[in-house]
């Protein structure tokens, strides 16, 4: 028997694994039963093996100039098959919000005309994109990839923290953990049926051919990145291995008479379609940072022309503006007219008088974020804060209110989690990723689970020291195989008579023979 | 240069990149099996038996993941095993060990010495890093051979020797793979024991089908891992050992053999391969060991030992 788990204390947080002291919830009874056979010394022999697998990858991700390996916590995440249908639903329900949304402010604008959305908050946004207002995008798709961040609150209900429509990145670490994790820890899969990650880039490069301009017979897509300094490098290099296309940085590509292209070896290339994962600011220097050096200079145009693809489409900020954040449910009843799925946190729009003076006086019992900010970065939590940042905090959200939004604080769900060799509660979050291809959109069945490393800390983000967790999708006892991209042939019989063996070589009787003589001489 | 060590370093062709190739099937084998449950185990782990040569009925030991990989990785007493494989290269290398760089030796040597503690480390925890330990090794082997040796006869029978055991291999591989039970995502799975799977993406620009697949894997020319890419070098070898060039017809047989089934692949389409897959790769399998045969019977002469009865 072993000793990992007996010291856990459940924090004062819905626990994704227990109910109670030593009750394992009963979608995590397989996996509590193989942990309690290890002792403490295996499990850090495997978390050794892990440190090894992701640095000789190369698996790294650099804080604060650093280059360290993604810390993986070796506990899954496991999320049972009915929680799964609805978080599926409820973000490909947002996601479709979103798109329409997108569509409607960059066109008619049918939800300002309307008033349920107030204009001056869209057309104040630093991520409204004048330059992408009506550009007609192939098959309507501006939101190629998503990733919704949810969290999931004391009673155990999922919410929605916030939406990311640029450039979501994350999901290598999620392919890659799965990898590692059948590598270091094998018989935790045994007794499991987890769905399969690694399908993303398969669907990736398929949704992004499919959204090429019309009329392309066989599109081409490469994946632009802004170069090794990046800190989600290792991401961009996996996606374009992964989906075997091009890398390529801007000065790869030239923009003439709306036509893009690389350079090659065999002269210039036609691109189709550009994955970017560089912001709108660094983009086109024609419309944007015209000191950009690491964009396209004629990009924008090429789309506005139809001649070219940017996935994900210029001027999706807006979309996950954190100020619009509040209006997403609203959004969602306008366009689809539904209900959503998947709630928001309770958030207060600072924008409006009466409400920004009702929180400043209450800002230590809030979480106050910049609505541009992302990454967690320039987030306050109120209940954490000493009186000198909070007095700070009121005079910058005075000046400019519509910089900022205030949410009630979510009490995020709890896992056990490996650190400073003992097993803890430690909060987290989840970010499930979404491919539109403009027929139907496919999520990822799993995603990332972040984790915040210190006790009690409530900030998940890698770039704030988080970790992560490999997280498992279990499949419903009824369904079959998953089905592929692209099925395989219809297979032939399995040969019932085993092949020959293979051919040996000369026997080494002789050498025994030798040896024998050699002795007795 | 002496029959003997001619066919010396034909083996530590054959034998190490058996014992690389058997592991790189039983890697990723072994992985997919965790991932995707839905493969059925037993069924899947015999048809690797049969695909290697084995009769699962007779190995009742060797039914789940674990069985296989210990009987395929460990057990001394298969001969096709990794570790007779290894120990088979060592001992012919043991035996030429003049003919060969001292680098090459040593590397074999080591290998050879570090079996049983790799095999230890491994009892109860996951085999990936034993296969990637043999998969290095043999890739070190290969690298110091390419480095070091003078590209005399000596190099030119390693060289057969490897890659008409890559084309064995291969074919093995593609039988193991045309069942079933191997769940959807197969063809990924055979590209990847291949190390073709980037490759293949690389080229193709779409997603895995099984007709690019089996295309990529048996009649690529640029991929050399591929069963065609392996034919063409192994008959350059055969090329160098006996350059005379005849005005018509050649008379090694082992150089007719291999030619007609280079030019059969050469000029095959991949639809006509997928429908007659298994006689294609029973085809190949007899014209390995037919090749075999006539190497043998033309080069290694008379090279065992003649067991006189007492």
Not at chain 1, 15 to 40: C, I, K, W
Not at chain 1, 138 to 152: E, K, Q
Not at chain 2, 245 to 273: K, M, N, Q
Request: hydrophobic share 40%.
């Amino acid at each position: 028997m072993g000793d990992l788990l007996d010291d856990y204390q459940l924090a004062d947080a819905y626990d994704e694994m227990f109910t109670g002291l030593s009750q394992p919830r009963e979608h995590y009874q397989s996996l509590n039963a193989v942990l309690q056979t290890l002792s403490r010394r295996d499990f850090e022999e495997r978390c050794d093996a892990r440190d090894r697998a992701f640095r000789d990858a190369g698996i790294t991700f650099q804080l604060s100039g650093e280059e360290r390996p993604f810390p993986l916590d070796l506990v899954p995440r496991i999320l049972p098959a009915d929680e799964w249908t609805v978080i599926e639903s409820g973000v490909r329900q947002r996601v479709q919000a979103l798109e329409a949304f997108l569509a409607d402010v960059y066109g008619p604008g049918r939800i300002l005309k309307d008033g349920v959305i107030p204009r001056r908050l869209v057309v104040t946004s630093t991520n409204f994109q004048r330059a992408a207002a009506g550009i007609e995008p192939p098959r309507g798709v501006r939101v190629h990839v998503a990733g919704i961040d949810l969290v999931r609150d004391a009673e155990g209900k999922f919410r929605v923290l916030e939406d990311n429509l640029r450039t979501p990145s994350g999901i290598s670490y999620v392919i890659e953990n799965r990898r590692a994790m059948t590598r270091v820890f094998p018989e935790l899969f045994a007794s499991h049926r987890v769905r399969r990650v690694a399908d993303y880039p398969t669907r990736l490069l398929e949704s992004l051919r499919a959204t090429a301009p019309e009329g392309v017979e066989d599109p081409s897509v490469v994946v632009l990145t802004p170069g090794v300094h990046n800190a989600a490098y290792f991401e961009h290099s996996f996606l374009a291995r992964q989906m075997g296309v091009e890398l390529v940085e801007g000065s790869d590509l030239v923009c003439h008479d709306n036509i893009v292209a690389m350079r090659t070896t065999e002269g210039l290339q036609r691109v189709d379609v550009v994955y970017r994962r560089i912001d709108d600011d660094y983009l086109d220097p024609l419309h944007f940072l015209g000191s950009s050096v690491l964009g396209c200079p004629g990009i924008v145009n090429a789309a506005r022309a139809g001649m070219v693809t940017i996935a994900n489409a210029v001027g999706n900020g807006v979309g996950d503006d954190k100020a619009l954040y509040p209006y997403v449910p609203d959004m969602i009843r306008f366009y689809l007219g539904e209900e959503p799925v998947l709630a928001n946190v309770e958030t207060f729009r600072l924008e409006e008088p009466d409400v920004c003076e009702w929180a400043l006086e209450r800002l230590d019992r809030l979480v106050v974020k910049p609505v541009d900010g992302s990454g967690g970065h320039g987030l306050v939590i109120g209940p954490h804060a000493d009186d000198k940042e909070l007095t700070a905090l009121g005079r910058r959200i005075r000046r400019n209110p519509r910089g900022w939004i205030a949410q009630e604080p979510v009490a995020l769900s709890t896992a056990p989690t490996y650190v400073d060799e003992a097993m803890g509660p430690r909060h987290l979050d989840l970010r499930p990723f979404a491919i539109n291809d403009g027929e139907r959109i496919w999520v990822v069945p799993g995603g990332l689970t972040r984790v915040a490393l210190p006790e009690g800390s409530l900030v998940v983000n890698s770039s704030q020291g988080g970790g992560s967790k490999d997280t498992w999708v279990l499949a419903s006892p009824t369904d079959g195989p998953e089905p592929v991209p692209d099925p395989a042939a219809p297979a032939a019989p399995l040969p019932d008579a085993p092949l020959r063996p293979p051919d040996r070589g000369p026997v080494q009787a002789q050498g025994q023979q030798q040896q024998q003589a050699g002795t007795a001489c | 240069m002496l029959s003997r060590i001619a066919e010396s370093l034909y083996w530590i062709g054959r034998y190490t990149e058996r014992a690389e190739d058997t592991a790189r099937l039983l890697d990723v084998h072994y992985h997919h099996l965790l991932e995707d449950r839905w493969a059925d185990e037993a069924t899947a782990c015999a048809g690797l038996l049969r695909a290697m040569g084995d009769d699962p009925d007779e190995l009742i030991a060797a039914t789940d993941a674990d069985g296989v990989t210990e009987f395929l990785s460990f057990d001394t007493k298969n001969p096709a095993s990794i570790t007779s494989s290894l120990t088979a290269a060592w001992e012919n290398a043991r035996g030429a060990r003049e003919a060969i760089s001292s680098e090459m030796w040593e590397t074999l040597n080591t290998t050879h010495h570090t079996l049983p503690s790799q095999a230890r480390l491994v009892a109860g925890r996951t085999p990936h890093d034993f296969f990637r330990w043999v998969k290095e090794r043999a890739a070190m082997l290969a690298g110091l051979a390419d480095s070091t040796l003078s590209r005399d006869e000596g190099w030119s029978f390693l060289v057969l020797g490897r890659n008409l055991e890559r084309v064995d291999m291969t074919a093995r591989l593609l039988s193991a793979r045309y069942a079933e039970t191997w769940g959807p995502t197969v063809w990924t799975t055979t590209l990847r024991c291949c190390s073709a799977y980037e490759a293949y993406l690389r080229t193709y620009r779409h997603g895995v089908d099984a007709s690019s697949a089996l295309e990529f894997l048996l009649l690529d020319r640029l991929f050399p891992r591929s069963v065609l890419h392996a034919l063409t070098t192994a008959q350059r070898s055969l090329g160098e050992l006996d350059p005379r060039a005849g005005r018509t017809g050649v008379d090694d047989d082992a150089r007719r053999i291999l030619g007609r089934c280079h030019a059969e692949l050469s000029f095959l389409r991949v639809s006509d391969a997928a429908a007659d897959l298994p006689e294609l790769l029973e085809h190949l399998q007899d014209a390995t060991a037919q090749v075999h045969r006539a190497v043998s019977d033309r080069y290694f002469l008379d090279t065992h030992a003649i067991a006189w009865s007492a």
